[in-house]
């Protein structure tokens, strides 16, 4: 998750960061907080969601040689997808509730993935 963040941030920068300085520069008044908010939850989605149902793979996730499947071993759907990123936030901002959930859990997944319908796999080479 600590990978995964750094790649974030540098997601962030160009999709967030960049965009609003530039916009800074021709106005004075910068968006409404909600409205960035949205903004980076938008493009995390892309993220998260492009990798995900392209590849079952994020960045960080190819690393590690890890892969997100349906419960049954099949390619993510579009659902799944959206319902385990929209899951996935209350589960880290409850303090990481839903992640300690895979100490508790019999297979040892998250929270949000029993929830969705998914499970994170390992990759073999």
Do not use: N
Not at 12 to 26: C, D, E, I, N, R
Not at 100 to 121: E, M, N, P, S
Request: aromatic share 14%; charged share 15%.
């Amino acid at each position: 998750m600590v990978y995964e963040a750094f790649l974030v941030l540098g997601v962030l920068s160009f999709a967030f960061v960049l965009p609003q300085l530039l916009l800074g520069m021709y106005r004075k008044a910068a968006a409404p907080g909600v409205l960035l908010w949205l903004h980076v939850f938008a493009v995390l989605y892309l993220y998260f969601g492009g990798f995900w149902k392209h590849s079952g793979q994020t960045l960080a996730m190819r690393t590690w040689k890890m892969r997100l499947v349906s419960a049954d071993g099949a390619p993510l759907t579009c659902r799944q997808v959206a319902l385990r990123y929209m899951l996935a936030w209350p589960s880290l901002l409850s303090g990481g509730l839903g992640i300690l959930w895979a100490l508790a859990d019999r297979d040892r997944q998250f929270l949000h993935d029993r929830l969705a319908g998914t499970r994170i796999v390992s990759v073999r080479q």
